[in-house]
């Protein structure tokens, strides 16, 4: 039997039905923040993503050549498309532009719970803007999202890479090996990162700095030890997210983020239930235009992953009922049959979603297949009550059954 390919899903009605609507949910927020939504090609030249993260991302990309021998790569993330289609299509637009998206990205990974090669992000981006309540903006509307979705335990942690960046400039290490150390204090490897940084030529003082720096976690107040020009960003940052209400929140200078484009504010929200795959939600400021062509500008952003912040429900113990169909029409008899499809058909023209048994079932079966689709009444068409123009209702839930006449049908299973 062909199975789908290792890392993917199926997704099966039920569970596409909840995804749509949480998805619809996440949209509907972002549109109440003022965003738009946009869309890009699952596949781009392998370019965009190696001038963004180095050939070393090939790596863990879906990456083949083309028929013209172009290199092509299945997206692993979408904020260099996003800002390559900014580049290309609507850099003359005003500022700030405010885009949603939604899709699957591709990442060849060893797939475990909560990790898959095709997943499904849920991002925003404002792009052609630099402030703090910028930044205020894309957190809130990350806090906006995971809160609406109703997953109840998660933390969000705020960084800024700006510091430590700075720190590790100030300590000697050369600039183009600046992602290497990052990378290691990412992944709070202290022991790797400390001989790296000795073969540059950092002095062990600098070092532990720098290690106590990425320790710098706690409430708003730890803030008033971050120095600089980040310090004085950040501060801005918590105040606009305090006034929109959001509060209690987590300052982490060890806050570093995989992908190297980030500049300033750095977040990520992480919901502990997950287990290993913790992290629901990544972001921060970047620049990205200025390598795709375009004129340097300052953009901040995030993206959720939609398959992990549903796995965070499941294992909180929501659920979600499907919502099934409002009618299945069936009939007593064969010769009922015509009759059975004219109303089902007058019924869904009326607005009404309705399903019509289409195999010609005893009415017992069909009842029961009724109920395993969910609907909320049956429609039973039988000869008798068809010649006072009228048909048995059958609410499903209570087994309750009336005469109703055909003309307010649609309006009786509306009400
Ligand atoms: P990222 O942290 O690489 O950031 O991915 C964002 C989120 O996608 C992660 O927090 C995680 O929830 C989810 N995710 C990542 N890989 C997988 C996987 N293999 N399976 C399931 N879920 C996964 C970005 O992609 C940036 N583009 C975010 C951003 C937008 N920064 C600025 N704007």
């Not at 972002?30 to 050939?55: C, K, M, N, W």
């Not at 399903?355 to 010609?360: K, Q, R």
Request: aromatic letters at 8%; proline letters at 4%; charged letters at 30%.
């Amino acid at each position: 039997m062909i199975q789908c390919p290792r890392g993917t899903r199926d997704f099966l009605p039920d569970e596409l039905e909840k995804r749509r609507f949480y998805e619809n949910k996440l949209r509907h927020t972002a549109r109440t923040f003022g965003f738009r939504e946009v869309e890009t090609p699952i596949f781009e030249d392998a370019e965009l993503f190696i001038l963004r993260s180095g050939p070393n991302v090939l790596k863990e990309l879906y990456a083949f050549e083309d028929k013209g021998g172009r290199q092509i790569a299945l997206r692993p993330e979408m904020t260099a498309p996003v800002v390559r289609m900014f580049v290309n299509n609507m850099s003359n637009e005003p500022k700030p532009i405010k885009v949603f998206y939604f899709g699957q990205c591709f990442r060849y990974e060893r797939p475990q719970s909560g990790r898959y090669r095709e997943f499904f992000q849920f991002g925003a981006e404002i792009i052609g803007s630099a402030t703090p309540e910028t930044d205020a903006e894309a957190i809130a509307l990350a806090y906006a999202m995971i809160g609406q979705i109703g997953v109840k335990n998660y933390r969000i942690r705020i960084g800024h890479i700006g510091v430590l960046r700075q720190r590790i400039a100030d300590a000697g290490v050369p600039s183009d090996r600046t992602a290497e150390v990052l990378q290691k204090l990412d992944k709070k490897l202290y022991d790797e990162a400390r001989p790296l940084m000795q073969d540059m030529g950092v002095d062990d003082e600098d070092i532990d700095d720098i290690f106590s720096l990425t320790e710098t976690v706690g409430g708003v107040e730890v803030l008033d030890r971050v120095p600089g020009e980040a310090g004085d960003w950040l501060r801005q940052v918590v105040a606009y997210l305090d006034v929109m209400g959001i509060k209690d929140l987590e300052i982490d200078l060890g806050v570093v983020r995989g992908l190297d484009y980030y500049t300033g504010m750095v977040f990520e929200a992480e919901a502990p239930a997950l287990g290993a795959e913790k992290q629901i939600c990544g972001g921060g400021s970047y620049t990205l235009s200025e390598l795709f062509g375009g004129e340097r500008v300052f953009s901040t952003g995030f993206a959720i992953g939609f398959d992990r912040i549903l796995l965070a429900l499941e294992k909180e113990g929501s659920s979600y009922d499907p919502e099934g169909i409002d009618a299945y029409v069936l009939s007593v008899t064969d010769d009922m049959r015509v009759k059975a499809a004219e109303i089902a058909a007058m019924l869904r023209a009326d607005g009404v979603s309705a399903d019509v048994d289409i195999m010609g079932r005893k009415m017992a079966k069909a009842l029961k297949f009724a109920s395993s689709a969910r609907a909320r009444y049956a429609v039973i068409v039988g000869a008798k009550e068809m010649d006072q123009g009228a048909v048995t209702l059958r609410d499903m839930s209570t087994g309750e059954q009336e005469l109703v006449s055909v003309d307010s049908l649609a309006d009786r299973i509306r009400g």
